[in-house]
């Protein structure tokens, strides 16, 4: 029983498109995050939910938008893509109770998004 | 800016023997540490972490060093085992629940 699933496993895409990356938890925490993994390794944080609400932005393209319609989905919008937008992207959820709950954090298994 | 680092890609290691991967950061203002772990085609896997206020953890095979003064972290892996053959990643924290990444390691133990 899978803890974090991203959907889909693999995005090709055409620039300009709009696609959306898909996530969901079912281990009953309450933060949910965005990373980007880029093509030289960089694994960097680009939005945190805490039920349902912002609590990290970091300097993103406003062409992505985060949606969590509830505590246990986070997805990831992208407009207009970029042919810099191609990176791997995961899904990652904790608990927001304990500062180090909140570290340890849970991945899901990635998204592979390239962008020709 | 590169907060972490792990200027080590890659290590091979011989199975039975100690593995040793090694991070260094520069802020001073980190002061919760954490090793990850991962496997191909998925995705990173907590492993073992350390507060500022220790200079060690242990967790059965794995132990994790913190010398601040030095702003160094390493992660011992003893004995080595082939199922540990993966990508190790250091992260770091400074109470803000924002994480962040080395570039990783690839560990390989051979048998």
């Known amino acids: 029983d899978t803890a974090v699933s991203q959907t889909p496993k693999y995005l090709v895409t055409q620039m300009g498109n709009d696609k959306s990356i898909k996530c969901e938890q079912n281990?009953?925490?309450?933060?949910m995050y965005w990373y980007k993994q880029d093509s030289k390794k960089f694994l960097k944080i680009m939005f945190s939910?805490?039920?349902?609400?912002?609590?990290i932005n970091e300097t993103v393209p406003n062409r992505f938008s985060p949606k969590s319609p509830d505590k246990a989905h986070l997805n990831l919008h992208i407009n207009s893509l970029e042919l810099g937008d191609s990176a791997v992207y995961f899904c990652?959820?904790?608990?927001?109770?304990?500062?180090?709950?909140?570290?340890?954090?849970?991945f899901g298994p990635g998204t592979r998004l390239t962008v020709t | 800016d590169q907060q972490v680092k792990q200027n080590s890609p890659s290590l091979s290691v011989q199975e039975g023997r100690i593995s040793i991967l090694n991070c260094d950061y520069t802020?001073?203002?980190?002061?919760?540490f954490l090793w990850y772990k991962k496997y191909p085609a998925e995705g990173p896997t907590f492993l073992i972490s350390?507060?500022?206020?220790?200079d060690k953890n242990e967790d059965g095979r794995f132990t994790v060093f913190l010398n601040k003064s030095a702003k160094h972290l390493s992660l011992h892996i003893v004995p080595s085992q082939p199922g540990d053959s993966a990508v190790y990643f250091c992260?770091?924290?400074?109470?803000?629940?924002?994480?962040?990444f080395g570039t990783g390691t690839r560990l390989t133990i051979i048998p």
């Open positions: 802020n001073s203002m980190f002061d919760y």
């Open positions: 990652a959820s904790s608990h927001h109770s304990t500062r180090v709950g909140a570290y340890e954090q849970y």
């Open positions: 350390i507060s500022s206020i220790k």
């Open positions: 992260a770091a924290a400074e109470g803000n629940e924002k994480l962040t």
């Open positions: 281990l009953g925490h309450d933060t």
């Open positions: 939910y805490n039920n349902k609400e912002l609590i």
